[in-house]
């Protein structure tokens, strides 16, 4: 793997800051699509930490906006909530500004966006996309996967009971915080959200793979042999 080193920092530091990235590459523009639960966000810090890219969550954004109660917060609440998708428009305009950012200019990861054939359509007027991780979860496990998951109500870091579990029950190993339930990860809501998946965002397998962008990951394994999966994907990009 190449070792590239930036200008600087984006605090104007003078030390250059050493950030592995791809083998040859300078940029990575990449698509995470998977049902909810599948483990998106999971890899996706996994790929952060390895190639300095940004992880872009629609979800992550939307559910700030709600707990600071701004007007996208308050639009998009009723949704998230009946585990429907918020409107298109709505999330095509957060996205648009999202991807300008000074942190997306050496690419990013997209994780929850897009989930309709619209959104991949508008993106693909804001921008071109290198790949589309596509991670493949059985049913039966999504469901287990979700009811399971708890969440840092403080850093955001994600855990599940049984299978990725932190060291004190309900504490964040990182930062200490209380571990929370997503409100739309109990069980009634999950059946919803899996379903919308179904009827709108898995559409995008059959859009991407006609575009020949689409890498399929079995994502049935543990944690670490999934990412091992996406890791020999990006470097052979
Ligand atoms: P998504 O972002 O796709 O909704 P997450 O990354 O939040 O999914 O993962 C959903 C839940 O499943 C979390 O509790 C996470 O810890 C757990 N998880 C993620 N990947 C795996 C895996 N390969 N095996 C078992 N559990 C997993
Ligand atoms: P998961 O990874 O478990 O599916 P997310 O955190 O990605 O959950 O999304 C939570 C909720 O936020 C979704 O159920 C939906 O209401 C809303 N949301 C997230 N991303 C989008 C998007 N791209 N378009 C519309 N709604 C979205
Ligand atoms: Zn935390």
Known sequence: MAIRKTEGTESGEQNPKITPLLSGRDNMKLILLGAPGAGKGTQAKKIVAEFGIPQISTGDILRK????????????????????????E???????ERLQGDDCRNGFILD????????????ER??????????DVDMDSLVERITGRRSCSQCGAVYHIKFNPPKKDGVCDACGGPLIQRED????????????YMKQTSPLIEYYGKKGLLRPVD?????DEIYASIRDILLGL
């Not at 709505?90 to 648009?96: C, E, P, Q, R, S």
């Not at 309709?116 to 993106?123: D, F, K, M, N, S």
């Not at 804001?126 to 991670?135: C, K, M, N, W, Y």
């Open 65 to 88: 906006a709600v707990a600071d109660g701004t007007p996208l917060g308050m639009e998009a609440k009723k949704y998230m909530e009946a585990g429907q998708l918020v409107p298109d």
């Open 90 to 96: 709505v999330v095509i305009g957060l996205m648009k």
């Open 112 to 123: 929850g966006f897009p989930r309709t054939v619209e959104q991949a359509e508008a993106l």
């Open 126 to 135: 804001i921008t071109d996309i290198d790949a589309v991780i596509s991670i």
């Open 185 to 196: 990860d109990r069980e009634e809501t999950v059946r919803k959200r899996l379903d919308t």
């Open 219 to 223: 994502g049935n394994g543990p944690i």
